[in-house]
């Protein structure tokens, strides 16, 4: 199970942090990705990390404001939202799967999602 926290509303250039907890004991074995939703819009790469960290990558509309990070001791995953835009406001998932990927049907588990706004 993953749940996501740490959405809300906040200005355009403010910052937000999501998390992700996941419930089990195999958290370290899957790669964690996030994507988000707009209104009318199909679902979105955002960002995905591999098991163990090592290595990150993120959609280009995101890169260097984005910063994608894992606990595995905690099982949590965060996002990072730095320089926010408007464009930015979504339901933002956090989602398991086998490896790092910008492909959603990669992902096995999915969360509810949370609510990001950013007002201009």
């Known amino acids: 199970q993953l749940v996501e926290s740490g959405g809300g509303l906040v200005q355009a250039g403010g910052s937000l942090r999501l998390s992700c907890a996941a419930s089990g004991r195999t958290f370290s074995s899957y790669a964690m990705g996030w994507f988000r939703q707009a209104p009318r819009k199909e679902r979105e790469f955002v960002a995905a990390i591999t098991r163990s960290g090592g290595s990150t990558s993120y959609a280009d509309s995101v890169k260097g404001r984005f910063t994608i990070s894992r606990d595995n001791a905690k099982n949590t995953v965060h996002l990072q939202m730095n320089s926010l835009k408007p464009e930015d406001t979504a339901v933002y998932y956090c989602?398991?799967?086998?490896?790092?990927?910008?492909?959603?049907?990669?992902?096995?588990?999915w969360g509810q999602g949370t609510q990001v706004t950013v007002s201009s």
């Open positions: 989602a398991a799967g086998k490896y790092a990927s910008d492909a959603s049907r990669v992902y096995d588990y």
